[in-house]
Nanobody
Framework: QVRVVESGGDSVQPGGSLRLSCVASGRFRSTNVMGWYRRTPENEREMIATSSSGTGADLAESVKGRFSISTDSARKTAYLQMNNLKPEDSGVYYC??????????????WGQGTQVTVSS
């Protein structure tokens, strides 16, 4: 079984920075996409940033120029660097690994989330 764990969430003031980390443990053949998502007030998961082995990085319009995603496939790790944080960036951030399992199927695994609060 693949397990995904996020860390790095915290409370910061507007304009501050945070770096979220995400590590996947367990065996799988390869990673297709690593991504960061945020739960919306409507209880949906909003894409914040993804990194695909085929198409590279993609960022939500609201975070372009402020956030960046980086990954280390060998270490099964993804990072989300968050700069110039705004109150509207607050929320629970989730990490997802979309992988090819040892059985050859494609599956997504999610972490439990890490809380980011931006407030003065």
């Amino acid at each position: 079984q693949v397990r995904v764990v996020e860390s790095g969430g915290d409370s910061v003031q507007p304009g501050g920075s945070l770096r979220l980390s995400c590590v996947a443990s367990g065996r799988f053949r390869s990673t297709n996409v690593m991504g960061w998502y945020r739960r919306t007030p409507e209880n949906e998961r909003e894409m914040i940033a993804t990194s695909s082995s085929g198409t590279g990085a993609d960022l939500a319009e609201s975070v372009k120029g402020r956030f960046s995603i980086s990954t280390d496939s060998a270490r099964k790790t993804a990072y989300l660097q968050m700069n110039n944080l705004k109150p509207e960036d607050s929320g629970v951030y989730y990490c997802s690994f979309d992988v090819v399992t040892t059985g050859g199927t494609r599956r997504s695994f999610w972490g439990q989330g890490t809380q980011v609060t931006v407030s003065s």
